[in-house]
């Protein structure tokens, strides 16, 4: 079945540092894929998107490019500030028959040291 | 934001017990999501709800788990009996239809089996 893959458990950088967070996904149909963000306390909320339409997301300085031949989407921001430590989640929307699920890859604990 | 609401945010019951968890999805929204989270882990999906039916559970929703959502009231997950194992936290989530659409996620409701 379909999947999600997320090899970096925690990250840990220093404000102004470059974020990169490895995410690849496995699937038999074009995918639509998300990076989610949930903070201390709160539910997961949407941080950019990606369909095979627009093959890149950018929000509030994250990006995210879908790479087919690499079946990644990898997360990057230029500049970490300590407001963006939180947990990220690679996230594969899947359709069958009349179904839709998010399929969650383990997630990355994101901590930005002031 | 479109906000999810889940009642109560804490819940301790005895184990055998049943135990209901309630969702104010976000208004106008058609698809309706459970997802079970152990403390440090994955997001899980449980199940989905659409037009009044269960359109696909996962191996995690064990026969004990039941979801309705009478007359547009609250859609709720119902647990009877609980057992130790479903400790966790469940977010109840909502989408305006299936397809490419943003999630909207509740804050959760941390639920304790003892």
């Known amino acids: 079945g379909d999947s999600v893959t997320q090899m970096q458990g925690q990250v840990t950088l220093s404000e102004d540092d470059f974020l990169f967070i490895n995410c690849t996904y496995s699937t038999t149909w074009y995918p639509t894929l998300f990076w989610y963000v949930q903070y201390p306390g709160e539910g997961p909320q949407l941080l950019l998107k990606?369909?095979?339409?627009?093959n890149k997301g950018i929000s509030r300085g994250f990006e995210a490019t879908y790479d087919k031949r690499t079946t990644s989407f990898h997360l990057q921001k230029a500049s970490v500030q300590e407001s963006d430590s939180a947990v990220y989640y690679c996230?594969?929307?899947?359709?069958?028959?009349?179904?839709?699920?998010?399929?969650f890859g383990s997630g990355t604990q994101l901590t930005v040291m002031p | 934001g479109p906000k999810v609401l889940q009642i109560p945010s804490h819940q301790i019951i005895d184990m055998g017990q049943m135990v209901t968890l309630n969702c104010d999805p976000v208004?106008?929204?058609?698809?309706f999501y459970w997802y079970k989270q152990i403390l440090g882990q994955q997001m899980e999906f449980l199940v989905n709800?659409?037009?009044?039916?269960?359109?696909?559970k996962s191996k995690l929703f064990k026969d004990q788990f039941s979801v309705e959502r009478p007359d547009g009231s609250y859609f709720t997950l119902k647990i009877q009996p609980t057992a130790l194992e479903d400790s966790a936290v469940y977010f109840c989530?909502?989408?305006?239809?299936?397809?490419?659409?943003?999630?909207?996620f509740g804050k959760g409701t941390r639920l304790t089996v003892v």
């Open positions: 990606v369909t095979t339409a627009n």
């Open positions: 989530a909502s989408s305006p239809d299936r397809g490419e659409k943003e999630v909207f």
């Open positions: 208004s106008n929204h058609l698809y």
């Open positions: 996230v594969l929307g899947e359709a069958s028959s009349g179904s839709w699920q998010l399929i």
């Open positions: 709800f659409y037009n009044g039916k269960v359109m696909e």
